[in-house]
Structures are given as C-alpha cells and as structure tokens.
C-alpha cells in the first residue's frame, strides 16, 4: 500500500517536471515571466549580455533598471550576469549624455526627450556592444524593459537601432478604488492598496505594481475611485499617499489622487464648495501646499463633477471651467495639472445623452487654464463593447484633451470573458475624424500633431481605468492582464497596432513558440468583436442588466431617470429599432466634423457596426448582405456564440503546451464565456421578438426558454457594484 502510494506521488512529480508543466504559473508574474531559454536561444542572448555595463552615477532608477536586467537574465539563462564598469565585447552598456561623451560616442539623443531611449548595436573603444543611450535615469529604465522585452520575444538583437519617444505626456492608469478596498467596476478582488495598513506596512506588490507599470511606460496612477471621498485629503490619507508614492517613484509613477469638489465643505473647513470664493480658493491652495510637502512629485487631482450625482461646480451656478481652473490655480505653483472629466450627464436634461458631454462643453472651449485636461470616455455613451469615438476629439481644438480607455471590463463580460481590448483601442485611435483636410485621427489629435502644435506645447495623455486588484493575477483572469499591456503601449504609442502587441504579450506571457501563439492571437483578435455580437450588435448599446451591468436586460423601462433604463437607447417597438441621432432625432451628429456627420447622417453610408446607434430603422430595412434587419441582427448574436464556442474549443487543442494551473482557469473562463453568450443571444432574440412581432427567420433556433425566464435572473451579490 505505502509502495503504491510512493509510485504514485513519484508519478504526479515525474508529471510536474513536464517541460509545459515545470514551472507552478499562477499569473503574478504577468508577462516579466523571464522564464529559462532553450540552450539555442540562450546562447544568442548570451553573446549580447556578457556583462551590463553602467558607468554614471547610480540612482533609486537606474538601479531599478540594473536589478530588472540581472533579474531578466538570471531568468532567462538561468545565471547571473556580471555588472561592472569596464567595456567588453558583448557587453550591455547603459549611457546618458556625459557618460556616453567619456566613452567617446557621437550617438545625439537630444530627440528623445527625457522619457525616451535609444537601444543600438554599435561599437564603442572598438568592443562590440548593445547601446542602451537616454538623457536620464527614466529613460534607461524604459530603455531596458524594451530590451529585455526583445530579448524574451525573440527579436534579433544583433542589429538593433530602435529610438522610442512617448508621444503623450500623461500615461495614468485610474483606480476606482475606495479607501474600504472594495473596488467600484473591480473584478480582481480588493483594492491593492491596504490603506489600512498605510503608512508602515508596505506591501512587495506595490514594487511589482510599478515594475510592470514602468515596462509598459505608464508615468502616473491616479490612487481612488473617481466617485471620491472627502477623507481621501486629510491628514492621515496624505500620509499614505505620501508612502506609496515613495515606492512608485523610482520608476517613473508619479501619484495622482481624484478629488470630490465639495472636499472642504464636507471636512467643515469652510461654509461652502463655490470655487469663486476666496475661502474655498484658500483651502485649496493651502491643501496644495501641504500635499506638496509630504509629495514633492505630486501629479494633480482628478475630478468627476455635476455627474451621476457628484458635487460640482453648477451646484452654485458656475461652469466647469471656473471649478477646473480655480483648483489649477491651487496646483500651478506646485507644477501639478487637473484631469477634468467630461463625463457628464444631467438629472434634469432631457436631451440625448450622447451629445450632452458637447453641449456643456463645447462653450467652454480655450476657457480652461493651461494646467487643465479634459479627460473624455472614448465614446459619448459609457465604455460599451463598441462606440463611435467621442465628438469632443475633434470639436474642442483650443483645449488639451486625454482619453479615457476602460480595461477593467465593466459591460463586456467582466473577468469572466475573453475580450481583447488592444482592437477597440485601436480601433477608437486609427478613427478618421475628418476634422482635418488631409484627415486627422483620434491618435493625431490626442498627440497633438493634427494641432500643429510643437511636441509638449500643451498637455497631452491618456487615462486607463485600472483592472488591477489584489488576486494572484492581478486582473482576475489571465487574459485581463492582456488589456494593461495593451493600455499601456497605447498610451506610449497611440499608433500601435492591436495585433503586434497581442503577439509581444502572448510571447511573453504564454508563450513564443509560433504555433501555440498563432492560435492565441487569432483567439485574442477576434474576441471583442464576439462580445459586440453576441451583446450589442450593428450599434446597439447598454442593453446590460441594471446597476452591477450582469448581463442582459434590454426590456428594462422603469427606472427613475430615461437614460438610466436599455429601452431609451434601443428604443425597438413594433415597427423598427435604433436612436436616431441625425437632424430628425437628436442631432447628435452635428457634433462631428461636417464630413463625418453627413456620412453619418444616411444609413446607406454610415458603418454598418454603427446601424443602430445613429438610425431608428425598420425591421424589414435591406442590409447589404441582403437580409432584413432583423435577420442581420439574428445572425449576429449567432456569430457572436459561435466565436465563443471556437474560441474555447482553440484553447482545449493548447492543453498539453500551457501550463497547468493557467490552462485550467482560462478554460473553464472561455466555458463559462460560451454559456453566457448563449445567454445574451437567447434572451436578446426573445425580447426583440417580443417587440416586433416577427418569426424567426429560417433555420434559427428558438430561444430555449420563454422570455419570462430571462427576466426573472436576480444577481444581488455581482461584484463590482460599490
Ligand atoms: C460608469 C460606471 C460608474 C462610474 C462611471 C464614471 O458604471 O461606476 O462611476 O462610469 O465613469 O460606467 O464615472
């Protein structure tokens, strides 16, 4: 019996030592897995880091950028590198400007800014070496991930001669935190931020939080929810912010925290919140100057007002302008900015919420100081699976404005399903404006280039509403870590393409090997536009159920305010279905730039993915694929479930490539995305059907269950819901 049990357990180990299954992968590692090399590729490396070589004086940073190529390495090859100052053949050599001058090189890095860096194969005293050249310590350490990132990805690095200059100023992830650790749209379990424990105990993952932040190029995180609380500027929460800005220093992060506008009324520190009086102004400045004390980096605030219920600026009558600017004067001084959301919609304005952002906006343009940024949703509804990008883009020209990306998936599936974000990012950025004669793209106007402005002339940035919390995995699924990256590099680059850097995070997340990474890409690329079939087709929008946004409910009517229920915006009745957003409805196109708003402004030549967002059609309207409306939306919930269904039936044929623990979660994820998009599909056709009367067209299954039953699904404890 004890025999029986010994071959067992040396069985199970002997299964361990798999080489799919060597190491335990739990997903903390994210994609700085820096897992062993095959002996060839090891050998290639080998040749290029025969030591790392930094001659300057050494900071917090450049030591950061020092240990993460020793760690990288020992990885990689299993051994340690060693680190001197003498130059070799081989050697990896990290330069600014007055070291690269005493090593007798020519190479200019006066373009790169300070963020940016020059990675180049060259020679230097004759020894052949891999260049790593910035003007500061930063730079070195973004210059070093990229390295290492080649070097775990595959890439030659023989002849390297990559330069990288960030085009936007401000790359802030935004946590929706709240100080009791629960995260408001948070998936990942609590918040990372033990504020309880602040200041004294620091937790080894915020380290790990700015090591994977500074890989990607992310320079600032705004700490909590932008549904803030006052106590968020007291004393001791300054104290906390204080310590984790200390932590996240060294690489790159500065901390930002989001402000609630009513802050010194609700402290009792002065009689009102109205930014035109001089007490409220003095209590600002003052907090500014002892926020200063305790962070001399400080970012800026972050602020949500006159929305969704939050304090702001119009409870005293006065525009957002002067609530902006009259906290910009408080942080000027200090070198801090304002990120002023314009997401915004009224209690009481009737209006199509699409175009009220615009309409409380858009007087306001060239109003705002030049330390102010006007923060816009990548859409003028909420974050949903598919929107046209944001009219402001194009029609605020004399204000700085950043966008605002979701990745933690609040209406596309939570941690639950697989939906690649880096294609609707993509998608929003590669977005012709037409604003422009020549043309100007989303990337162009948040870049400033479409401006004409000289690089750093006025603020630049994008926002990310984090999907990070305290799991293991950081995003609570193991592809959710796939939607930071790709923030990330968007924001580094807002013309990067989806596809290149869904292959760079698959080499090395999962793995480089072609095949095994050819079957993921095509999984990751085709997942966003799965959940838009299967949820939102042809331009539909919020049709998710109430308050958590759990699935599908897009018969809901009665809740207090019009915008708040599914039917305002589908608005299906008997005869037809969509919002009609042209001159004949709300006019929300007008918006746009004129070109774009008269492609808009016809169904024939509006894009199809955007139907039903700017027309109210018939059900019998011709598609161009020759079916019906209603046919077209069938056959789009059923192509949304068959994606699913593919793409769980990929992942089971990568069994034996994936390590064990991952394969496991991210399958029984990819089960449950198939069964939910059953879900949406069966009870989106029972209710539409319900609405318009129609049969099914041939050959369509029936929903299996009667409407009825879709509508009675209850969620009370969905996460995420505050
Ligand atoms: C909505 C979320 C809500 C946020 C709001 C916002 O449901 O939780 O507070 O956006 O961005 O999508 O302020």
Redesign the pocket.
Known sequence: MTRMLGLLILLAAMLQLHPAHAAIEDGYDLWLRYRLLAPGEQARLKAHATAIVMPSKRSATSEAALGELQRGLAGMLGTPRPLGAKLQDGALVLAMPESLKALGSTLDVSGVGREGYHLISTRLQGKKVTLLAANSDIGLLYGAFAWLRAAGTGASLSSLDQRSVPSLQLRVLNH?DNLDRSV??GYAGESIWNWWELPDILDQRYVDYARANASIGINGTVLN???ASPEMLTAPFIAKTAALANVLRPYGIRVYLSVRFSTPLELKETRTADPLQPEVADWWQRKAAEIYRAIPDFGGFLV?AN??G?PGPHDYKRTHADGANMLARALASHGGVVMW?A?VYSDDDPADRARQAGDQFLPLDGQFAPNVIVQV?NGAI??QPREPFHPLFSAMTRTPLMM?F?ITK??LGFATHLAYLGTLYEETLRTDTRARPGGATVAQLLDDSAHGGAAGRRLTGMAG?ANIGSARNWSGSDFDQANWYAYGRFAWNPNAGAREVAREWIAQTFSPAPSTAAAILDMMMKSREAVVDYMTPLGLHHLMDTGH?HGPAPWVADLARPEWNPVYYHRADSKGIGFDRTAKGSNAIAQYAPALAQEFSDPRSTPEEYLLWFHHLPWQYGMPSGRSLWAELVARYDRGVATAASMHAAWMRLESVIDRRRHRDVAARLRKQHEEAQWWRNASIAYFQSVSGLPLPEGVRPPPFPLDYYKAKRFPFAP???
Request: no cysteine; glycine share 8%; aromatic share 16%.
């Open positions: 929706w408001e749209r929810n932008v549904n949500k929305s969704e939050q959301r997401f949703k909420d974050f605002e979701q609040e209406y509403v946004h995420g819901n505050g």
